[in-house]
Structures are given as structure tokens and as C-alpha cells.
Nanobody, 126 residues
Framework: QVQLVESGGGLVQAGGSLRLSCAAS????????MGWFRQAPGKERDFVAA????????YYADSVKGRFTISRDNAKNTVYLQMNSLEPEDTAVYYC???????????????????WGQGTQVTVSS
């Protein structure tokens, strides 16, 4: 089993920045892809970003491209999401997810991931 714990959420004004972290513990050995998703009230959980095991390959939803950056530190078993130029539409609970993978494919659908964190709230005021 793998446990994922997100942190770094909070309340920020539009145009501001936040950095989310997701720390993995437990059976963390093995190549994996990490992803970030978000879910606003009354809406489905949407893909935000994903990163390969090496960190070389990344993929973003169009809505965050150019504003958000995903990165990882495998020595710390941690993945990050730097969020800049935040907009009220970015308000949601943000979840990190992990998938065991040795391929270069970066999943964008929630059912493709094996483990999930509990989420961290991000609120952007206008």
C-alpha cells in the first residue's frame, strides 16, 4: 500500500500563487507516474497535470498550461504543483494520485491511477 498526503492548499487572491506538495509513504519502491486532479463542488474530478518517473515528461490540462508546473523529487518521494496566476475558476479540492508504471504514457483519467490522497482545498478569491 501507498499513502499519499497533500499539503499547501489555502486561500489566495486572484493572481496569486500556491505550491502544493504530495508526500508518498509506504511501499514507494518502483517506477511510477504521479498526477494531480481537482474537483470543484458539484463537478467531476478533472485532470490537471501528470509527470513521469524521471520527471522529464509532463502533461497539462489546457486550462492550466502555462500557469501550473508539476515537478517531483524522488529522493523525497514528493511531487509538487506550483500554481501561478491563480483564477477563481481554479477553486477546488486538489488531489494527487499515483500509478505504478514503467511506460512513458501519462494517464489523464482518474480510474487509471492506483492510489489517491485525501485532497487539499484551494480557494481563489476574486
Amino acid at each position: 500500500q501507498v499513502q499519499l498526503v497533500e499539503s499547501g492548499g489555502g486561500l489566495v487572491q486572484a493572481g496569486g500563487s500556491l505550491r502544493l506538495s504530495c508526500a508518498a509513504s509506504g511501499r514507494t519502491v518502483g517506477s511510477n507516474v504521479m498526477g494531480w486532479f481537482r474537483q470543484a463542488p458539484g463537478k467531476e474530478r478533472d485532470f490537471v497535470a501528470a509527470i513521469s518517473w524521471s520527471g522529464i515528461r509532463t502533461y497539462y490540462a489546457d486550462s492550466v498550461k502555462g500557469r501550473f508546473t508539476i515537478s517531483r523529487d524522488n529522493a523525497k518521494n514528493t511531487v509538487y504543483l506550483q500554481m501561478n496566476s491563480l483564477e477563481p475558476e481554479d477553486t477546488a479540492v486538489y488531489y494527487c494520485a499515483r500509478k505504478y508504471s514503467v511506460s512513458t504514457y501519462l494517464p489523464t483519467r482518474s480510474h487509471e491511477y492506483d492510489y489517491w490522497g485525501q485532497g487539499t482545498q484551494v480557494t481563489v478569491s476574486s
